[in-house]
């Protein structure tokens, strides 16, 4: 009888202890995890690409022009009928950034040599699909870019355009 007791007292102190050497170890990887999640996060800053981007007012973007907006990291390739398209900078073949060339009146990709329109349409090269849409709002007389939402799409369509009121 006092031999069981005794025995029953140890196994239970080493049960003890293997349950508490157990949650701190699951202890340790729950900080561990965390710590790396918060360093690996993406930072978004508010205004900056990731999220909502002011463009800059209507009038700073001319009939007929390609403007780049470097916060953004996009092109606001506005129309001949006003319209806006606000395109990402990465091209669709393997995320290069693409210039636009306004000589040529079209955005050349300088690794594979994919050409885009002003409308983000796939002129030549590579590339599996026109370049990406942010959708693109109104906001006080400014351009404001959802840079956090990338539009992917087949082809250009006239309804991917943005009219400004
Ligand atoms: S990354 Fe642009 S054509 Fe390949």
């Not at 205004?47 to 209507?58: H, I, K, P, R």
């Amino acid at each position: 009888m006092v031999t069981s007791v005794g025995t029953n007292k140890k196994l239970n102190r080493r049960d003890f202890l293997g349950w508490l050497w157990g949650l701190s170890l699951a202890g340790l990887f729950a900080e561990t995890g965390v710590a790396l999640f918060q360093f690996f996060k993406p930072r978004v800053e508010s205004g900056s690409f990731g999220s909502e981007v002011v463009a800059g007012t209507l009038e700073e973007f001319g009939l007929n022009t390609v403007s780049y907006v470097q916060k953004g990291r996009l092109y606001i390739s506005r129309l001949e009928d006003g319209g806006v398209l606000a395109l990402w900078q990465r091209c669709t073949h393997l995320g290069c950034t693409v210039p636009w060339r306004e000589a040529s009146g079209e955005f050349n990709c300088p690794c594979h040599s994919s050409i885009f329109n002003r409308q983000g349409e796939v002129l030549g090269g590579p590339a599996p699909r026109p370049l990406d849409l942010f959708p693109v709002s109104l906001k006080e007389g400014k351009l404001v870019v959802d840079t956090g939402h990338p539009i992917m799409r087949d082809a250009f369509d006239p309804s991917q355009v943005f009219h400004p009121g």
